[in-house]
């Protein structure tokens, strides 16, 4: 066990600080934030992102050959902590990077790769994700969308629900019914498809937040190339389980950890600037134990999340470690917004541009937002059922 | 960077464990019979004290984390608690004792002939040790001592006193002059919990370990205590959790296990990441101990409070799952409900450490926005 980094880490760590001092605005996190209206934000994170890439900051530990920088795992995490340290924002482009690529390099064709995976690290193409549909949730192996095969073309037909980001995006990955005759699970097909193919439309769902960031997307006889597909026809599931492994796993749970612990840090800052009766809210022993708490959890995201990358590094395959990622984080954030409410007291109600809510109310609307991280990308009660079955090995 | 254990730790780890389950009284049900002097001596053949001692002292010069695994399975084993209070002292001595202390005493821990008792906590006076009230002055020590683990075998104690107005560590022995012993009545007879009264108590020559009132000798031994505790605390946890789920696999209600319901299933499942995140928290913690790292004593409160919570809430979700069985004093599950209460309040509860990491937490926040301001 060793947490130091060694001389070409250190060398990475510091070629980053130096970078980063000339790219991020003067006044970021003090001054400068990101815009408010949520299409200006959207594309204030495209630019921030194809700005990374442009300083060969994209793709860390994928292969050069496709446009990555070639690095580690370790040097991976050490961007992960330096984006941590100077707040800079987050990406557009999240599932292309995370979710599509990861699963193109892993089971896409050469020329798959060779195509997509450039696009993907210079944001000039932004993903979503065609997975869920309204009657396939949690039984995400019963989806009905329908990719039937005539000559070189599919022809797809269905709805998508939550999808996030279509509304930007260019490209979609979709889990299509390639034989509806077969067992549910083996008659799917995992499609590459082109958003601006005719026959798709989007409509935006509103959250409990009051964000439009996911869609539902319709499929109405939108043709797609049978060279795109990824794997073997009716071999979808397979594919579409590397995909949850990436979204649960170690790499997803480090860049959130990045955003929880800014967030954690803007709450003391708050609190300690909170006064409350005679003396500040910061002195508060429950107030300081809750605050103590999601330091701790905040801080074991981390830790979850770098003793996972040290498995895969040590040789372990991918597993419902993943999952036990995933559980974690999702509740230990959700811990950490609830605790922000109750910590706020009285003005926790007050929502932005109200002058009086508490950090611009961005505490609020995390609290709100935290309300998916225990039902995307498999809801708390599946995390627990993989968990149970494939690491407990207990019976189904 | 490598959050692994190598193949050595392990082995250790696993060493431990098989000897330990070569005494099965340790976990039966009966905490008056888990007080085997043999295992001490099984444990000091195996080369167990050996370990953190230096090389030049008869040792074999290892760290916290290469004997992180193997206090992990002291923990599980239910072992005497004088194994790890030793382990814990030596490593004051071996970092924080004067060349003459090292001198005399780490070649005889090495070998086993020295068990060393932790003697912390007052009445009154809660988890602070700077609270403390025991005194060291010329005539010796005098001070009344609360829940000192296995005081009555100990050779020595490690008593936190007050020293030329600080705070510091000395040593007494057992059987010197002035030191009193009575066993408590409490709640896991197995650890040999003591009120251990010095009246006077003879110092042994050189006493003082390290120098009192500055330097890093209590907030040392208060880290190390914390991080050996949250081991030992996971090491129960994951036994409880194997417990469980064993337990879930082959108890058939309703013509099914019961591990196939999914109000039995989730619980294990998240028992399971409990264990995990716990561990996560106590290994990164034994290893900025070894370093001596800078954020050494935020990571040992994160790992003792948070392993603390853990361990008895995993203990507390294993007997819930065996049901009426889980209850009944044969099954003994009630050994290891009772020894997480133990280590859940040596040397700070939950508490008490979530204080420790916010006050560490802010005086960070503010020296990072001092630098940044400057």
């Not at chain 1, 429950?286 to 990358?309: D, Y």
């Not at chain 2, 009344?144 to 107005?165: F, H």
Request: aromatic fraction near 8%; charge should be negative.
């Amino acid at each position: 066990m060793d947490f130091s980094y060694s001389p070409q880490e250190e060398g990475f760590r510091t070629d980053l600080r130096a970078w980063l001092a000339d790219a991020l605005p003067p006044g970021w996190g003090e001054t400068v934030f990101e815009p408010e209206d949520e299409d200006e934000r959207a594309m204030f994170r495209l630019a921030w992102e194809k700005k990374l890439h442009a300083g060969g900051w994209s793709g860390i530990n994928w292969p050069v050959e496709y446009g990555g920088r070639g690095a580690t795992l370790v040097e991976r995490a050490i961007f992960a902590e330096e984006m941590a340290r100077v707040g800079a924002p987050e990406g557009l482009n999240i599932i292309g990077h995370n979710l599509a690529g990861s699963t193109i390099l892993r089971h896409g064709t050469e020329a798959q790769k060779q195509y997509f995976l450039p696009r993907i690290l210079s944001s000039e193409d932004v993903w979503c994700q065609g997975f869920s549909e309204p009657n396939a949730g949690s039984d995400l192996a019963s989806v009905r969308t329908r990719a039937e095969r005539r000559g070189d073309t599919f022809i797809v037909n269905g709805q998508k629900i939550w999808t996030s980001f279509a509304q930007y995006s260019q490209w979609c990955f979709a889990l299509v019914r390639t034989d509806p005759d077969a067992p549910k699970h083996k008659g799917l097909s995992f499609l590459l498809i082109d958003m601006k193919s005719p026959g798709i439309s989007i409509r935006p769902l509103r959250q409990i937040s009051g964000e439009c960031e996911f869609n539902e997307t319709f499929f109405d006889d939108v043709e797609v190339p049978v060279d795109n597909i990824v794997g073997d026809i009716n071999d979808g599931w397979r594919i579409a389980m590397t995909t949850l492994a990436y979204e649960r796993g170690p790499e997803d749970a480090l860049g959130r950890q990045i955003r929880f612990s800014q967030e954690l840090e803007k709450l003391i800052d708050t609190v300690a600037a909170t006064p409350r009766g005679d003396a500040m809210l910061i002195e508060d022993p429950i107030v300081r134990q809750k605050l103590a708490r999601s330091v701790t959890e905040v801080e074991v995201m981390r830790l979850n999340a770098v003793r996972t990358f040290s498995k895969y590094l040590n040789g372990d395959d991918r597993g419902p470690d993943a999952s036990v990622i995933k559980l974690y984080w999702s509740h230990a954030a959700q811990n950490m917004y609830e605790a922000a409410m109750d910590i706020l007291g009285p003005t926790a109600p007050i929502a932005a541009p109200d002058p009086l809510s508490a950090g611009g109310g961005r505490f609020q609307l995390s609290y709100l937002q935290s309300k998916a991280f225990t039902i995307y990308s498999g809801s708390s009660e599946i995390q627990r059922n993989i968990i149970g079955e494939r690491m407990l090995g207990l019976p189904r | 960077m490598n959050f692994g254990f190598n193949e050595e730790q392990k082995s250790l780890g696993d060493t431990v464990a098989a000897l330990l389950a070569d005494f099965p009284a340790l976990t039966g049900p009966d905490p008056a019979q888990a007080r085997d002097p043999a295992v001490w001596q099984a444990l000091a053949d195996l080369g167990l004290f050996a370990l953190l001692v230096p090389e030049a002292h008869g040792g074999v010069g290892l760290t916290l984390v290469d004997v992180a695994l193997a206090i992990e399975a002291l923990g599980a084993g239910l072992a005497p608690p004088i194994a790890a209070s030793t382990m814990i002292a030596t490593d004051i001595i071996v970092r924080e004792g004067t060349a003459a202390q090292q001198a005399s005493l780490l070649p005889r821990i090495a070998t086993g002939e020295l068990r060393i008792a932790l003697a912390m906590l007052e009445n009154g006076q809660g988890y602070d040790p700077d609270a403390v009230q025991t005194v060291m002055g010329g005539n010796g020590v005098t001070g009344s001592k609360i829940l000192v683990p296995d005081a009555d075998i100990a050779d020595l104690l490690l008593v936190l006193s007050r020293v030329d107005g600080g705070v510091g560590l000395v040593l007494v022995a057992r059987d010197a002059r002035g030191v009193s012993i009575r066993h408590h009545a409490d709640i896991d007879p197995s650890s040999g919990l003591c009120e251990v009264t010095l009246d006077g108590a003879a110092l042994m020559d050189d006493a003082l370990v390290g120098h009192a009132g500055s330097g890093d000798v209590v907030p040392r031994l208060m880290d190390a205590a914390a991080i050996v505790y949250a081991g030992m605390a996971m090491g129960m946890a994951a036994r409880m959790l194997d417990a469980a789920v064993d337990y879930a696999k082959t108890r058939v209600q309703f013509g099914q296990p019961i591990g196939a319901f999914q109000s039995i299933k989730h619980r294990c499942a998240d028992m399971a990441v409990a264990v995990e995140a716990g561990r996560s928290a106590a290994y990164y913690a034994f290893w900025t101990a070894a370093e001596n790292d800078p954020d050494r004593s935020r990571s040992a409160s994160m790992a003792k409070a948070y392993c603390g919570e853990v361990a008895r809430d995993v203990c507390n979700e294993t007997v819930q799952i065996h049901g009426g069985m889980g209850f009944t004093w044969e099954l003994g599950l009630h050994r290891f409900l009772r020894r997480a209460k133990v280590l859940e309040h040596g040397f700070g509860n939950h508490v008490w450490h979530y204080e420790r990491i916010m006050a560490e937490t802010l005086a960070a926040q503010a020296a990072g926005d001092k630098a940044q301001a400057a």
